[in-house]
């Protein structure tokens, strides 16, 4: 009886946000069913503007709190009396910031801190390398050919693992497949 009423109430809630994608609601209904919970909704509460603040929206039988594009319940706390009080991270912002400027901004913006500060160490060291060959190449002693030799060899390698993870992330916030610091999914553009 109690699995009637969760798809009854996923289906009710999709008839309601338009904005949700049935598969997308299913999905993430399973992710969290450890959870006694809904992430797109809370039912059986008395529903008011207190409870369930704008912009998402009560039922008309005032006993669900549907979440408006953007909002969640909040994952860290199920029992939270405020509903819907979650703000998802944008996919597009991280995207955007990912694609532009490969410096982990985007990983910073979702929480995902050690990718970020990873990816920033990455590049500075990138920097470092040229500088330093550069500094080697104009340099009058010609006894180093063999050391030029391997910092080429380590430059090209970095750069190529740098373009690497600059595509493994642009696939990765193209297609939604990251989360946040909170494990909840990026909200799609």
Known sequence: MRTLLKIFLILFSFYLCKSHNLKQIQKKENEYNSFNYSLFHKSNIKCSNINCPSPNFCSDSLETCFCAKGYINDPRNPQSYINCSYKQK?????????????????????????????KIILNLFLLFLCGLFYRISYSE???????????????????????????????????????DINNVPLMQW
């Open 90 to 118: 944008k996919q597009l912002n991280s995207f955007l910031w990912e694609i532009f400027t490969n410096f982990g901004i985007g990983h910073l913006i979702i929480g995902n801190y050690f990718s970020g500060i990873c």
């Open 141 to 179: 002693n010609e006894n180093k050919t063999d050391f030029k030799i391997k910092l080429t060899l380590t430059i090209y390698l970095s750069f190529l693992f740098w373009f690497i993870w600059w595509v493994v992330d642009a696939f990765g916030f193209g297609f939604n497949k990251y989360n």
